[in-house]
């Protein structure tokens, strides 16, 4: 049996306009080498300026994470050689990064622990490589984009402890409108550095995968590499440090390049940037970008909400889903009629609706849980709904139809329920009238229904009469009042 040390290095590119030295344009999918200029290119006599806003980001993912934030701060030339870097070097931070020993709290199915944050340090990305055949093409759009390398120590054991460290962390920056958090697209992507060895004999031969571009192929490769290397133990053989690659075609990791010791990069202060110190009304812009983040507001809406872990964590996947979520709960809270519902009531029918309904509505749409927002069917108007079917003025059916109509008319559902003579009918009298309509009609169920009364057969009876309500409620054209319908349809079963 071995013990395991996996640390994570997350890079994520920060929402800035544009990039982190120059002011080209930060975007993703743009043709290739049309967001370049003699800074992100590197030419002779440029120099660079630190985007602000970069800055400001990477402090309050720093603050997110617990870490502290230095009175000085710089940059560095981190110096190496690769095509997709036209200046031989990237700019980046290493000895006095904006963010220094924070922390996260990991919780997920029978996971909850403390993962230590080393340091979040800010830095220019690299270009894009792409390999066609025996041609590599270049384009370096990318190069300069804003990037905050999020460095863990190695404190987590598993690869499901790594998976759920990155959905934390994605949530977080979608919560902080920092980063888009799109993997498929680059916006966050991970390295995972993994060693086993014996019981407290400490950290073995560093292995790093690179490039992981979703939260499951990290769990997948970790996973893979930690059985890899005890079997490699077990076989009295040496675990070779060294780089290597996720094969999700065959799941397996495979080598890149071997890396006996580290890489010297030959780190010196970066000649063209100043020391960056923050001020008082630097730190004031950062505290005001802070939120309630997904954990937190995940344990309020339990304990405020009372709504269950899967309930809870479904609502709080998004900001935008958890804030109309609350908007809807306090507009419920807000309507008059005859019956008062409190907090946990409303929030329990608001969640049936946006966990069904609206989720079903949105997929069907193609529309992401975050543009929730931008959706015809206000928080105020799915309100109306949910309090109108709570007091019995709109029955399930006719709801779910009055939803489509807000959709296609853009309409309050008041009005629409008024124009299409909607609203339900609960007086005992005119529901009366339509069972009798439906005696008339269904004689011969009637008669099946005293021959089960006659037998005792009372799931006979329970099916029949769930037949005979049906029937009632396509009389009064879906109106009825479920639950009255059925007491009277039994007065009448008693008559027979």
């Not at 133990?233 to 009295?236: K, N, T, V």
């Not at 937190?296 to 344990?299: A, D, I, L, V």
């Not at 009042?481 to 059925?486: D, F, L, T, W």
């Given at each position: 049996m071995y013990q395991t040390f996996i640390g994570l290095e997350v890079h994520i590119h920060l929402l800035t306009k544009t990039k982190v030295f120059c002011d080209c344009r930060s975007a993703f999918g743009d043709e290739p080498n049309t967001n370049i200029c003699p800074v992100c290119m590197g030419y002779p006599g440029v120099l660079p300026a630190l985007n602000i806003e970069a800055m400001r980001m990477g402090c309050t993912m720093a603050r997110s994470l617990q870490c502290r934030i230095p009175e000085r701060t710089w940059f560095e030339r981190k110096q190496y050689f690769y095509p997709d870097m036209t200046k031989n070097y990237q700019i980046s931070q290493f000895a006095s990064p904006l963010g220094q020993e924070g922390r996260i709290e990991l919780e997920g199915k029978n996971i909850k622990k403390t993962v230590r944050i080393r340091e979040c340090h800010l830095e220019e990305d690299a270009g894009k490589m792409i390999h066609t055949g025996t041609v590599s093409l270049l384009d370096y759009n990318r190069a300069g984009v804003a990037l905050l390398e999020i460095v863990t120590e190695p404190d987590m054991e598993s690869g499901e402890e790594a998976e759920l460290f990155i959905q934390q962390l994605r949530r977080m920056v979608r919560y902080l409108g920092i980063c888009d958090g799109n993997m498929e697209e680059g916006s966050l992507r991970a390295d995972a550095n993994i060693s086993i060895n014996l019981p407290g004999k400490g950290l073995g031969k560093k292995v790093e995968i690179k490039n992981l571009n979703s939260s499951r192929f990290v769990r997948l490769s970790l996973n893979y590499e930690q059985e890899r290397q005890a079997a490699c133990?077990?076989?009295?053989k040496i675990i070779v440090q060294e780089t290597r690659l996720w094969n999700e075609n065959r799941d397996q990791t495979e080598t890149m390049r071997t890396k006996e010791n580290a890489n010297d990069y030959r780190y010196f202060p970066e000649p063209d940037l100043p020391v960056f110190t923050p001020d008082r009304e630097f730190l004031k812009s950062v505290d005001a970008a802070l939120?309630?983040?997904p954990r937190?507001?995940?344990?309020r809406f339990q304990a405020e909400y009372k709504l269950s872990d899967e309930q809870a964590d479904l609502i709080c996947e998004e900001k935008a889903f958890a804030d109309y979520f609350e908007s809807t709960v306090e507009a419920v809270l807000a309507s008059s009629g005859?019956?008062?519902?409190?907090k946990a009531g409303a929030a329990q029918k608001v969640s049936n609706w946006l966990l069904s309904d609206i989720k079903h509505l949105l997929s069907r749409e193609n529309m992401p849980l975050a543009d929730i927002g931008s959706l015809k069917l206000t928080a105020r108007r799915l309100a109306q709904l949910v309090f109108l079917v709570a007091e019995g003025q709109l029955s399930n059916k006719n709801a779910k139809q009055t939803l489509e109509f807000v959709l296609a008319e853009d309409k309050d559902p008041s009005s629409i329920i008024?124009?299409?003579?909607?609203?339900q009918i609960s007086d005992p009298v005119v529901i009366k009238d339509a069972v009798e309509k439906v005696y008339a009609a269904e004689e011969s169920t009637f008669s099946e229904v005293r021959a089960a009364l006659a037998n005792g057969n009372q799931k006979r009876i329970a099916t029949l009469t769930a037949f005979l309500v049906g029937k009632v409620l396509a009389e009064t054209r879906g109106r009825a009042?479920?639950?009255?319908?059925?007491k009277v349809l039994n007065e009448r079963i008693k008559e027979l």
């Open positions: 133990l077990d076989a009295g939120v309630e983040l937190e507001r995940f344990h005859k019956i008062t519902l409190d008024k124009e299409k003579g909607w609203s009042n479920p639950e009255i319908a059925g």
